[in-house]
């Protein structure tokens, strides 16, 4: 009788666990370790969803009122850390940089990206005939990381 009740009281702690941690949209198809590494890294977010590329692993996710992009590899290793930001967000220095080289172009998009230590940005600007992509490593001046016409 003793073992009935502890296995049902078992059962019943179990259930009340897994309740409380509802499960992400598209985490049962994530290996154990990527979900051990991601829940270790992120314990505050909120929204996740993952999705499942040719190699890696894409959680999607708010974090701190932010959406949030991390990529793992297929054996639970971060790659990499996205997320969307404002021009206002930049470093000081991108900021000035940008804004001597952008005068007849706008913003279209614009991401930074947390890797190995170092932080990358990478902003679209759009003119009427071309879309550049610039990135800028470590926070120093931009270059030029591709440029294509429009039709």
């Not at 991390?70 to 404002?86: E, K, P, Q, V």
């Not at 170092?118 to 990381?145: C, H, P, Q, R």
Request: charged share 20%; proline share 2%; aromatic share 14%.
């Amino acid at each position: 009788m003793k073992k009935i009740i502890l296995t049902i009281a078992i059962a019943i702690s179990s259930f009340a666990a897994f309740a409380g941690n509802p499960v992400a949209a598209g985490e049962e198809n994530i290996s154990r370790q990527v979900l051990e590494a991601f829940n270790t890294a992120f314990t505050t977010v909120k929204e996740v969803v993952w999705t499942e590329g040719s190699n890696y692993y894409k959680a999607s996710f708010v974090y701190n009122e932010k959406y949030v992009f991390a990529y793992y590899s297929m054996d639970g290793d971060l790659l990499g850390i996205t997320r969307y930001i404002s021009p206002a967000e930049l470093p000081l220095g991108l900021q000035i940089s940008l804004n001597k080289n952008s005068n007849d172009c706008w913003v279209s998009d614009l991401f930074e990206v947390a890797k190995n230590g170092t932080t990358s940005y990478y902003i679209t600007l759009e003119s009427a005939d071309t879309k550049t992509v610039m990135k800028s490593a470590g926070g120093s001046d931009w270059e030029v990381f591709k440029t294509v016409k429009k039709s």
